[in-house]
């Protein structure tokens, strides 16, 4: 197959995700001290996809491998939010 | 001459990624539904979760998910030995993990609080809908971490042998990207679970 | 294996060469072809089996009140005819046999991009086939819950469906790697110079296929998984009296099975649009659209589920919306059988078996397809739900349509398979039988639908006697048919098939009939200028 150029990533750059994650953390349960009524949980969701975003681009390497991947996760994720919507659509409405 | 062909191997493993996360989405709607229904009975049955054992339990995970990814650049460079030592460190994680949620299972059985349980018989049901969820969710995130120690544990044994290396690792790899899917799934559990209060 | 290899050709792959002989060289085989026509043994012993139960439940239908049986023996009856005939037959179906034996010769491989991931997909195929039937022999009798197990009843009920559950579970395991598999493949190992748009439709339907295999059938597997967490732990989830929501249960279930039916459908599709192309001699009409059409469809396909929830209690916003989106989804199918129609026209027509099942695969499909969108349509569904009228609309569908094509793909591919022909008049003879016999067996149940039968009824009332009966002899035709198809093809060795014996242009034409194990002796290349269809 083709010639693949290696991407390695250096420590440095783990560290420092790992210590974004941990302060996102740290904020997520933070911010639960705090009464937000209804936008607890928007807030946590939030923060959430954030933090899931950051493990996918740099610990899965999605930043590095080709685009096809990062098409087809976002299409994945994609159709899994439209099922949400559409299934919500019956139990919002009922 | 066999044939070899690591970016497949890679997008076979995301392709599967993609399926598990399709198999915990069927709980996270249900999750959705029932939350919409009982959103104030959810609120009150979080107050029960103990969640200085979750955020212990996401600390040991995101730092796994870290040593496992660094695992990665020390077979690159040819540091097997560390490689090595990141996969212990990985595994201890994981190992933590499990005691922490030994604990916290263990206590909610001593007390009576289980599926099927009379005690979960008498609650209301947007408490009853949230334990289960709890039970099903957590327990279903468990086992993927079982299985991920395992295949962690054999890729750790190959980094030893030499068998992974840095001329061919995407074993390696796609043992990380399982693991990080682990982690995937618990950082949109913790706060769904244990921190709505 | 350097030089010599042009003087002798390599063995076929029916020709054992491994350690083993007899049967346990093909138990231990990864080649692609040998898995394939291993599913096809396994699928057409399940198929009889499935026939066999339809007939029965014919036999007991053909008076009104009791004949032969009870209705607790017609309940497990259909729940079991419904439960082979979807789960291992059809959702397999075209994709494990034709999609294994065929896929890699057409994009220009030697294997599947996982050979060894593929033969254990076929053995946990056969496993949760197995897990599915001990179901009928173990604990408190059969399932009676139908194919569908809705919750509340299936959490209930006494019959062991805990075994039934889990064989589909299993076997949806199955499917997720069949299309795992497929999806590498047909990303990594096309041919050089074969551009996703270079590849042949019937592939392209398969990646469609596999895609819905794998972002699908996950949640079906959790909703079963939930359904024995239900009936061993009392989770709730789907039951009303700890706050859960029997509707839940329809969504997850639909959620799947819905684009399950795309999963049955596109490979056969695939198939005619091989089929048609080849026997008019003419390129096809509008390759991008019919390829594109398959990823629509399974696109689209994954958001019309509720159709089949009309009448459970939906919001009426959830009733238009997914009505709407099913109107969509016939679009792309309708596009299909357009540029089949316009690949036809002024061709040289060859009248051989295979396009003949190919044509009436397109005439069942249509009447499958339109009676569909009266089920779609929001106001005609609630008159004819769960009438006899829908067992007429989906029979037509994985009849008329999976099964006519997979008999169309049988009679296509037969020559390669084993290097022989088959007797044409004979299959003719089949397809006779086969096509009045189907007609016969369901479009009276349409009108007597439409009259008010329900559907999964063991009993009726005397004015649907006469629609009960033509449905008989239709079975027993349609039987004659099949039998005589499969002697056909089956018993006796026909004429030495040449490599070539239609005038194919796909790869698997070029290469030996029966190939060599490793499908090609020289890795074809696909040139600038070349096309998958180039007649004319
Ligand atoms: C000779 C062939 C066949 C006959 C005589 C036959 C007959 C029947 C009958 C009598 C029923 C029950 C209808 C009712 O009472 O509601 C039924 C249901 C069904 N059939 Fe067939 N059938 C045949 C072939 C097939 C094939 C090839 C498939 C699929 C590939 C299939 C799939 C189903 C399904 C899914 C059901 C619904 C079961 C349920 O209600 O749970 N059948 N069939
Ligand atoms: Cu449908």
Redesign the pocket.
């Known amino acids: 197959m083709e010639a693949e150029t290696v991407h390695i990533t250096p420590y440095r750059t783990y560290a420092w995700v790992l210590i974004t994650l941990l302060a996102f953390t740290f904020l997520t349960i933070t911010v639960t001290w705090i009464n937000l009524s209804a936008l607890t949980v928007l807030v946590a969701l939030a923060i959430a996809t954030i933090k899931a975003g950051i493990v996918l681009t740099y610990f899965m390497h999605l930043k590095f491998e080709s685009s096809l991947f990062r098409i087809f996760v976002v299409g994945v994720l994609a159709i899994y939010v439209l099922v949400i919507i559409f299934t919500m659509s019956d139990y919002l409405f009922r | 001459m066999e044939h070899r062909d690591d970016i497949g191997a890679k997008l076979g493993m995301w392709v599967f990624i993609f399926t598990e996360i399709l198999l915990f989405g069927g709980l996270f709607l249900v999750y959705t539904v029932m939350r919409g229904r009982y959103a104030a009975d959810f609120h009150s049955a979080a107050h029960h979760l103990n969640a200085f054992i979750g955020t212990i339990n996401t600390l040991v995970l995101l730092i796994s998910s870290a040593t496992v990814a660094m695992s990665i650049t020390a077979v690159q460079k040819g540091h097997n030995k560390f490689a090595v030592l990141l996969l212990f460190i990985t595994l201890v994680c994981a190992a933590i993990f499990m005691v922490n949620k030994y604990f916290e299972w263990g206590h909610k059985f001593q007390i009576g609080l289980y599926p099927g349980s009379d005690l979960m018989l008498t609650m209301n049901h947007g408490q009853v809908m949230f334990f289960s969820l709890y039970f099903f969710m957590t327990g279903l995130h468990m086992f993927h971490l079982v299985v991920g120690g395992i295949i962690l544990t054999i890729v750790m044994v190959k980094v030893n042998s030499g068998a992974i290396n840095s001329t061919r690792y995407v074993l390696l790899e796609n043992g990380g990207l399982y693991w990080h899917l682990v982690d995937l799934i618990w950082i949109f559990l913790f706060p769904l679970l244990y921190l709505i209060t | 294996m350097t030089e010599e290899k042009t003087h002798h050709p390599e063995p076929s792959y029916l020709v054992n060469t491994g350690k083993y002989k007899g049967l346990m060289s093909w138990l231990t085989s990864t080649d692609h072809k040998r898995i394939g026509l291993m599913y096809m043994y396994a699928m057409m012993v399940f ?1 009889i089996v ?2 066999l139960l ?2 029965i ?2 036999l007991e ?1 053909f008076r009104p009140g009791q004949q032969f049986y009870g209705p607790q023996m ?1 309940n497990g009856l ?2 079991l ?2 439960i082979i ?2 789960f291992t ?2 959702i397999p179906g075209l994709a494990a046999v034709f999609g294994n034996f065929s896929m890699p010769i057409m994009i220009g491989a030697k294997d599947v991009a996982f050979p060894r991931l593929n033969l254990f997909s076929f053995y946990l195929y056969i496993i949760g086939a197995g897990i599915a039937l001990t179901s009928q022999f173990m604990g408190n009798g059969p399932p009676d819950t ?3 197990f809705y919750a509340p009843y299936s959490i209930q009920t006494h019959t062991n469906v805990v075994a039934a559950v889990f064989g589909a579970f299993v076997l949806g395991f199955s499917s997720i790697l069949t299309g795992l598999n497929f999806i590498v493949t047909m990303h990594r190992m096309r041919a050089p110079g074969m551009t996703f748009f270079k590849m042949p439709l019937f592939p392209w339907s398969l990646y469609a296929t596999a895609w819905i295999q794998v972002l699908a059938t996950p949640i079906v597997g959790i909703t079963l998984l939930m359904v024995i967490a239900e009936r061993w732990l009392r989770i709730g989830f789907f039951d009303p009296s700890l706050g859960g929501d029997p509707v839940l249960y329809q969504h997850l279930f639909w959620i799947y099975s819905h684009p399950a039916v795309y999963i049955m459908i596109l490979p056969a599709m695939g198939v005619i649009t091989e089929i048609i192309p080849t026997f008019a001699q003419r390129k096809v009409f509008g390759y991008r659209a019919i390829a594109v059409s398959s990823l629509a469809i399974a696109l689209v396909g994954y958001f019309v589920w509720a159709h089949h929830m009309y009448t459970s209690g939906m919001s009426p916003t959830a009733r238009w919306i997914f009505s709407l989106l099913t109107f969509l989804v016939a679009v792309p199918s309708a596009i299909k059988v357009f540029n089949w129609v316009t690949t036809m026209y002024r061709g040289s027509i060859d009248m051989k078996p295979p396009f003949l099942f190919a044509l009436g695969f397109i005439f069942l499909f249509m009447i499958g397809g339109m009676t569909g969108l009266t089920l779609g349509a929001l106001a005609t569904n609630i008159h004819v739900h769960d009438t ?1 009228y829908v ?1 007429a609309h ?2 037509y569908i ?2 008329g349509g ?2 006519f094509a997979f008999f169309a793909a049988i009679h296509y591919w037969y020559p390669k398979m084993y290097g022989r022909m088959y007797n044409f008049k004979r299959a003719n003879w089949a397809f006779g039988f086969l096509f009045i016999g189907f007609n016969l ?1 369901y479009f009276p149940q349409f009108i007597i639908g439409i009259m008010g039968m329900p ?4 009993d009726y009332l005397p004015q649907f006697t006469l629609g009960m009966q033509l449905s008989f002899f239709g ?1 027993i035709l ?2 004659i048919g099949i039998i005589l198809m499969i002697t056909n093809l089956f018993s006796k060795k026909g004429a030495i098939a040449p490599a070539n014996p239609w005038g194919g242009r796909t790869y698997e034409w070029t290469v030996p009939s029966p190939p060599p194990v490793e499908n090609f002796e020289v890795m074809p290349v696909m040139g600038e200028d070349e096309e998958p269809y180039d007649y004319k």
């Open positions: 198929f499935g026939v339809g007939e439940m014919r239908l017609y259909f729940t005819h419904g005939m979807i037959v059809v139908g194919w569908t006899a067992v989906f029979h994985v009849f999976v099964g067996l559907r999964r009824y063991f079975g349609l039987l």
